[in-house]
């Protein structure tokens, strides 16, 4: 089982849609969660932290369950520049991997006018 | 500005011949890593560095070295790529481990 799963998608949603992607994550010892954002063949950007009470930031929103071990980003209103691949990001707080970032594989978003 | 500066941003090159793969940051970031990125594999940690003359294994080490003998300079050494080394590398750093990663440019590896 990979240590953090998302769906890769693509989704292609219309402008003005609201989208979610989830992520789920294996390690329970797992400390901090990010989403992060990367264009075409560039280098990945922090969108934002996630926090264990739920965030938002403008048209953005993550959510933590770590009962469940899930998190996910709700995109409301999409614009065309949301198209982008989005990186479920966990840092593990546990062991050997202590301080060490794993990343999932990616959902791919495709926003069309 | 603040930012992390890989070199080269593309290079093809042939199986065996050495090569090395610069990452230099103005942030004064303590840890620095190295990811490859595969695809349907995401980002794969190679080594990492949490400090001047502290690197440690990442998840795919092998065939890769590096070093870090100044806070700023982390270099991507392979000493006799293979085709299986054909990827994309990013270099990132951040000033606490796992936060605030920022990332260089990319690095685009072909070995033919």
């Known amino acids: 089982r990979k240590e953090v799963e998302q769906d890769p998608g693509p989704f292609n949603v219309p402008e003005g849609a609201t989208v979610a992607f989830n992520c789920t994550y294996s390690?329970?010892?797992?400390?901090?969660f990010f989403w992060y954002r990367q264009d075409c063949r560039k280098e990945p950007k922090l969108l934002m932290s996630v926090y264990s009470s739920g965030n938002e930031d403008g048209r953005f929103t993550a959510q933590l369950n770590r009962a469940s071990q899930y998190i996910s980003l709700l995109i409301r209103d999409s614009k065309l520049s949301d198209s982008a691949t989005y990186l479920c990001?966990?840092?593990?707080?546990?062991?050997?991997?202590?301080?060490?970032?794993?990343f999932g594989q990616g959902t791919i978003l495709t926003v069309h006018p | 500005e603040a930012q992390v500066t890989q070199n080269p941003r593309y290079l093809i090159t042939v199986t065996g011949k050495k090569l090395t793969v610069t990452c230099s940051q103005n942030m004064n970031h303590e840890y620095m890593s190295w990811y490859r990125q595969d695809p349907g594999l995401g980002l794969r940690q190679i080594y990492y560095s949490m400090n001047v003359e502290v690197t440690d294994k990442g998840d795919v080490p092998e065939g890769y070295k590096v070093s870090r003998k100044e806070k700023r300079n982390f270099p991507l050494i392979l000493e006799s790529p293979s085709p299986n080394q054909t990827s994309l590398y990013f270099c990132?750093?951040?000033?606490?481990?796992?936060?605030?990663?920022?990332f260089g440019s990319g690095t685009r590896l072909t070995v033919v």
């Open positions: 390690n329970s010892a797992s400390q901090s």
């Open positions: 990132a750093s951040s000033f606490v481990q796992g936060y605030g990663y920022t």
């Open positions: 990001v966990v840092l593990n707080a546990g062991g050997t991997s202590y301080g060490k970032l794993t």
